[in-house]
């Protein structure tokens, strides 16, 4: 299996796993032993599908027995133009096609054995932490975004499904759980927030209700994608109680009201400002996550100025950016105005150099402060590599820990912060010092 994307497509690589496991299956560790190669694709941008393409490429040569599956898997004519001989096409969560796929370009083995796979599935991530998709789809139509046209509009799963997923992988060790979607805010819209019964009690299909109940189950609850729709504010207080983890990703992509609205965002009103400020007086921990795109058709010099100027009042704790990026079949591609690379790029790094420096501040205040931090790597040194609640896997700091003693990936330990740099924090464990 060649995994490409996003979490979401990861997930989805997961569940065919194991599937294709539960029908007898093994993941082989290289193309050579591999009696056929999944390549399961990411269409977002351009760059992305010629990532995808690549790596069609690379499972051909090396093995030549190619499935292909995901995002890309909708342009079908273009992979078969360059790749003709690949065995089978399907597009994202197009499960069942893949595995029959499987069957038939590898015949199942036979084997008594074939139900040894544990309950929570095979996964990619390590075991002590989880993505765990709530819906799928989405139901806004962003100018810069296809997402909807491949994947299609919002399709929630039951409340009482996610826990039960959630709750087996927490019996199982995970002890972080990520909550994506496309569009975790409008979690369960399109049930009409319906209610379903769930230890005893009803819990309503909403992000609030589901936040809640995953908090119950003891791991760390991190909520990516999340539109700041004004019930967000219902979700700082389970933050504050600790019952959920002090976290937000929230992708804002832009502050200029004008450029916003060309982009056609969800959740776009002017009082962000303000409902981050008292979110943070609610909860003093918070930290929010963003992605930004900088030389969006029609961002002119004031509207750039605009979003620094926000990001100095908004003070936000990690932030990721990209250019922007024509995507084929984008309503974004034929707006007017567009803005050359090279002003998109001196803005990508103004924008980067503003948001290090508010990291760095807001990192070196942590020095001498005692964080949760869950732990990813032990090095045979006596050194750590973890995170705190502040950090995502993948896309945030790290938490750098020397003198750590008996430690295991998982574990979830006090740390003294020592020193802090633009992204990372190096500390000792409290017992250690
Ligand atoms: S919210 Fe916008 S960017 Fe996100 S998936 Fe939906 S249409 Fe795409």
Redesign the pocket.
């Given at each position: 299996m060649v995994s490409l994307g996003c979490p979401k497509a990861l997930v989805d690589s997961e569940r065919i796993l194991t599937k294709l496991r539960s029908d007898g299956y093994g993941l082989s560790p290289d193309f050579d032993g591999a009696d056929v190669v999944l390549v399961n694709t990411c269409g977002f941008l351009d760059s992305a599908k010629e990532e995808s393409l690549e790596a069609i490429g690379e499972a051909i040569a090396e093995n030549g027995r190619v499935i292909v599956t995901g995002c890309m898997g909708n342009e079908a004519d273009l992979i078969r133009d360059r790749f003709p001989d690949v065995l089978a096409i399907s597009g994202p969560q197009q499960y069942e096609d893949v595995v029959n796929a499987v069957h038939d370009a590898a015949p199942m083995p036979r084997s008594p054995y074939v139900n040894l796979v544990p309950e929570t599935g095979l996964k990619l991530t390590p075991r002590h932490y989880s993505y765990v998709k709530i819906s799928e789809g989405?139901?806004?139509?962003?100018a810069?975004?296809i997402?909807?046209s491949i994947r299609g509009d919002l399709v929630s799963r039951r409340p009482d499904a996610v826990l039960r997923e959630a709750e087996k992988l927490v019996a199982a060790g995970t002890k972080e759980l990520l909550i994506i979607s496309?569009?975790t805010s409008a979690y369960g819209v399109d049930l009409r927030h319906a209610e379903w019964p769930w230890k005893g009690e009803n819990v309503r299909a909403h992000m609030t209700d589901l936040a809640r109940e995953l908090g119950k189950l003891g791991a760390w609850v991190r909520l990516h994608?999340v539109?700041p729709y004004p019930h967000v504010d219902q979700v700082i207080p389970l933050m504050a109680d600790g019952l959920i983890t002090p976290y937000l990703d929230i992708?804002f992509q832009h502050a200029s009201p004008r450029v916003l609205k060309a982009m056609k965002?969800?959740a776009n009103e002017a009082k962000v400002l303000e409902r981050i400020a008292k979110w943070r007086e609610i909860c003093p921990d918070l930290t929010i996550r963003s992605t930004f795109i900088t030389g969006f058709p029609g961002e002119t010099e004031e509207d750039f100025q605009y979003l620094l100027d926000w990001l100095d009042e908004a003070q936000l704790d990690r932030v990721g950016a990209f250019r922007f990026e024509p995507v084929e079949g984008a309503r974004a591609n034929s707006l007017p105005d567009p803005v050359a690379e090279e002003v998109k790029e001196e803005r990508y790094a103004r924008l980067m150099d503003k948001c290090a420096a508010i990291s760095a501040a807001k990192l070196k205040a942590k020095i001498g402060s005692t964080q949760q931090v869950i732990i990813d790597l032990v090095d045979e040194d006596g050194g750590a590599t973890g995170r705190s609640q502040a950090d995502a896997p993948e896309i945030d700091g790290e938490v750098h820990l020397r003198d750590t003693s008996e430690l295991e990936p998982g574990d979830i330990v006090s740390v003294k912060i020592e020193d802090a740099d633009a992204h990372d924090l190096f500390g000792v464990p409290v017992n250690a010092t």
């Open positions: 989405c139901n806004h139509r962003c810069f975004c997402i909807p496309q569009d994608y539109y992708p965002r969800p």
